[in-house]
Every structure is written in structure tokens, then in C-alpha cells.
């Protein structure tokens, strides 16, 4: 453990070698050190060399023998603050963390993921473990018979064909990986938004494409039984829908499922025109909200789904609205969903043009998660690009979105409410989620109103009033090659 000398100074970092806790169980124990008496700000995380950069970013001087194995403990104290009382901090939400129950009647737990599924019948399997570690649980899950939901993000393509491959050949399926959001059986798993069961069945290369699926037919009163995710690659080139058949072909023989909808970020063409004659094979009707240039945005594509369904469309809520631009040309669009910024750099190329200088940020991309918690859970990343995107003249709106969710954070519009009244820039705001989610929609809504941004339900709305406020301080560019 390097510990170096602090005695002429408020900032505190010091290595721990060879310890290892998860990002979201690092996370927790950062926020409990903030709430030390005397702790101006705190981060304990993993060495990885993004979290080195937040780090360096944050005024903390990472010493340079750091790896990927060493936990960093960086503190800055008020004054009058203690380092001791700040490290005990952190030695305490350490083990708080860890602590297992003392019962004499505890049961060992598995040392394997065989042998744990063999004894519950019918389980599914979820893998959440660092990627380069997730093959091998997930292999062990395919072995016991069992179908596995890899919520492990930064997995190699070829260790995702194995697992397809594999899990193909014994009918088994493989959610994932990077499968942030399913409902199996009516059961919300990940991200998943809370909706009643009903006659829709989702199959989504896309989590959040999913939620907002989900969010939209939940206002629309249609319900959905089934959303079987299946990793953000699986209608690429290299894993040519392997998932998605099984996914579709499980939906197909459910009797409760009278639609199937697929979704996913922009597919590679050959493969999506592959699952289109799938489709065509089964007996269920399908319907696809696959993004792509001149494709559907994804309220289109439930609206169309609504339509097919003889179901009335509601009109999409808009609450507050956004301020006029004063200044700057650009679009800074700020996203914790993938596909949510997929989409809106989509809509924004068809209207603005693709090399004007518009910048769309997912923050949940794999670039941005090794060694942290997802954007959905630890909002800090975005958080100080938000505060770049402010102070940026060229900035003239800013675009967000919250998601809401199962396992999201539990309060995300107030956390932000504070940071968005503070800009003096347009603001406008997707919150995908139902009235059934934990954080509660209506009280998100109602905290990002107040703060000053103008809230739409749907994201493909958001993102053109977006550009419309953009237009509206350079009504003369249109699209460019």
C-alpha cells in the first residue's frame, strides 16, 4: 500500500495493491466517504485508465505505478477536515460492503456457477463479472443446460460467438452481452422498466431501445409479457443474429405473445434483411424498429406497433419548455443510452448535416465503463461533461436523456436538477421510464421542469425539438453529404 505524505496538504491519494472491489460496490463506498464530516470530495475506484483520467480531472495526482489491479483512494478535505476519520471512512464502507452474514445456519455458498444452477431447476443464469472473465461463467451456465443473461459489458466478439455458437447448437439462449435490460416471465431483470404483463414480445439487440419500447407502450396501455435482450452485436456482420433467431423463434411458441417487435441500433444490412425472411417463417406476426439512416425513429416504430394493434396513439407528453438559444450553433447531446444516442445522431445528420460539428456522447459505451458503474448508476462522468457542454460557447442546446429503470439510480432528475439550473443554455431533456418505476416518473419529471429543461417522453420527439432550437439560430443549414 503506498500512502504518501500528507501533513502540508488537503488531498489525500494512496494505492492499495491488489485489492478489489466492483464498480458498484466502489461507487457505494465513495458516496458514503462524501458524507464524512470534514470530506470535501472522495473516489475510491479501480486503477483503470479512464478512472485515472477522472481522477487527474478532479485535481487528484494518481501516481504513475498505478494498474488496473491497485484501488485508488483519493480524498480532499475541508478545512479542519481528518484524514484519519476519512480513511476510516473508507476502511468502514469497505467492510460494510463485504460483510457476510455470522449465522451458524448459512449455507457455503457455490464456488462455481454449474453447481449453483444445477440446484435451482429451470434458472437463468446472469453473468455480471468483469468481460475478460465472463466466457468462462457463461460457458459453465451453457454446460449446466441453463440460458445465461451476460450483463458483463467489455466482451470480446469472439468470446460472444463462442457462447452463440454454443448455446445454438443445445437451443439454449444467450441475453448479451452487454444485456442491460429483459423481462423474462413478466420478471424485470437489469434495467428493466416496471409494465404490466400483456400481448407484446420484444426482442431487443438494444437495452435502452428496449426501455423505450417498454415506456411508450406502457403509456399506451399495452402491456408486455416478454423482453428478451440479446447483446448490441448480435445484427452485426460477425454474430449475424444468432440470439435473435432463438429469441424470436421462443416468442413465436408463447401463446400469450400476439406481436413480436425487434429492435436494435442500426443492424448491418445483409443480416437484418436475413431476420426479416426469419420472420416470415413464423407464425406470430413481426414488427421491426431497426434504426438506421432514412429508418423509423423508435416512437415511429411504436406508434406502427400500436396501429398493427388496432390501439389508439396518444399523444406523447411534453412537459415545460426550454429557453431560446443566446448564443453558440452546436447540438451537445449527452446521453446514458446507446441507442438513445444512436437514434439522435441519426434524426440530427438528416436535419443538420453529419460533419457540422454536433458531438453525441454515450457514456454507456464499453470506452467509457471499464473499471466503472454504468452512466444509469454512477452519473459522474457525464456529469462533468455537462459542465464542459455549458461552458462552451459554441454550445447552443444541450440534450439529455434519463432512464429510469429497475437497478438505475434511485433519484436521478433530482441529482441533476441542481446541475441544469445552474446553465444558462437550452435545455431539453428524454426521460424514458413508466409510472410504475422505482424512481417515480412524475417526480422526475417534475424536478428536471423545475430545473429548467423541457421534458419529453419520447426521445426521437426530444431530439427534434432539439434541433429545431438549433435551426432557430442558423435557419439556413441543411443536410450535407
Avoid at 39 to 63: D, S, Y
Avoid at 305 to 318: F, H, Q
Avoid at 459 to 472: C, D, G, K, P, Y
Wanted: charged share 20%.
Amino acid at each position: 500500500m503506498s500512502r504518501p505524505d500528507t501533513s502540508a496538504s488537503t488531498t489525500h491519494v494512496e494505492l492499495r495493491s491488489g485489492a478489489y472491489a466492483d464498480s458498484v460496490t466502489l461507487l457505494q463506498v465513495s458516496r458514503a466517504v462524501q458524507g464524512v464530516d470534514g470530506v470535501a470530495a472522495a473516489q475510491v475506484a479501480m486503477a483503470t485508465g479512464l478512472n485515472i483520467e477522472v481522477l487527474t480531472e478532479m485535481g487528484f495526482e494518481v501516481p504513475p505505478t498505478a494498474t488496473a489491479n491497485d484501488m485508488v483512494v483519493a480524498i480532499r478535505l475541508a478545512e479542519g477536515g481528518s484524514l484519519e476519520a476519512a480513511l476510516a471512512g473508507v476502511d468502514r464502507a469497505l467492510a460494510d460492503a463485504n460483510r457476510r452474514s455470522d449465522s451458524t445456519a448459512e449455507v457455503a455458498p457455490h464456488r462455481t456457477t454449474a453447481t449453483a444452477a444445477r440446484d435451482a431447476a429451470d434458472a437463468l443464469v446472469l453473468v455480471s463479472v468483469p468481460g475478460a472473465s465472463a466466457l468462462v461463467e457463461a460457458m459453465d451456465a451453457l454446460d449446466a443446460g441453463r440460458d445465461v443473461m451476460v450483463f458483463s459489458d467489455n466482451v470480446s466478439v469472439e468470446d460472444e460467438l463462442a457462447l452463440k455458437r454454443t448455446a445454438a447448437e443445445r437451443g439454449l439462449l444467450v441475453m448479451g452481452p452487454d444485456c442491460g435490460t429483459a423481462v423474462v416471465g413478466g420478471l424485470g431483470l437489469g434495467f428493466a422498466n416496471a409494465v404490466d404483463p400483456g400481448p407484446v414480445g420484444i426482442v431487443a439487440a438494444s437495452g435502452t431501445g428496449c426501455q423505450q419500447l417498454l415506456a411508450l407502450l406502457d403509456h399506451a396501455g399495452v402491456g408486455v409479457t416478454s423482453a428478451l435482450g440479446v447483446g448490441g452485436r448480435d445484427l452485426s456482420s460477425e454474430v449475424r443474429g444468432l440470439a435473435t433467431r432463438e429469441a424470436m423463434r421462443r416468442l413465436d411458441a408463447d401463446p400469450a405473445v400476439e406481436l413480436i417487435v425487434v429492435v436494435s441500433k442500426p443492424p448491418a444490412a445483409d443480416v437484418a434483411a436475413e431476420i426479416r425472411a426469419y420472420a416470415d417463417t413464423l407464425a406470430t406476426p413481426v414488427s421491426f424498429a431497426l434504426l438506421g439512416a432514412g429508418q423509423p425513429d423508435l416512437t415511429d416504430a411504436a406508434e406502427a406497433v400500436l396501429a398493427r394493434m388496432g390501439r389508439e396513439v396518444p399523444t406523447w407528453p411534453v412537459c415545460g419548455e426550454a429557453a431560446a438559444p443566446t448564443g453558440g450553433t452546436l447540438l451537445r447531446g449527452l446521453f446514458v443510452g446507446g441507442t438513445l444516442a444512436s437514434e439522435a445522431k441519426l434524426l440530427a445528420a438528416a436535419a443538420l448535416g453529419t460533419d457540422a460539428g454536433h458531438t453525441f456522447v454515450d457514456f454507456g459505451d464499453d470506452a467509457y465503463t471499464a473499471g466503472r458503474a454504468h452512466p444509469m448508476i454512477d452519473p459522474t462522468l457525464r456529469l462533468d461533461h455537462l459542465a464542459k457542454a455549458a461552458a462552451d460557447p459554441d454550445t447552443a442546446v444541450i440534450l439529455l436523456d434519463v432512464v429510469l429503470g429497475h437497478g438505475a439510480e434511485p433519484d436521478p432528475g433530482t441529482a441533476l436538477a441542481p446541475v441544469l439550473a445552474a446553465i444558462d443554455k437550452p435545455l431539453v431533456v428524454a426521460v424514458i421510464g413508466t409510472d410504475g418505476d422505482p424512481q417515480g416518473l412524475e417526480t422526475q419529471v417534475r424536478a428536471l421542469v423545475g430545473a429548467g429543461a423541457e421534458v419529453h417522453m419520447s426521445n426521437a420527439r426530444a431530439t427534434r425539438r432539439a434541433i429545431e432550437l438549433v435551426q432557430s439560430v442558423q435557419p439556413s443549414q441543411g443536410a450535407s453529404a
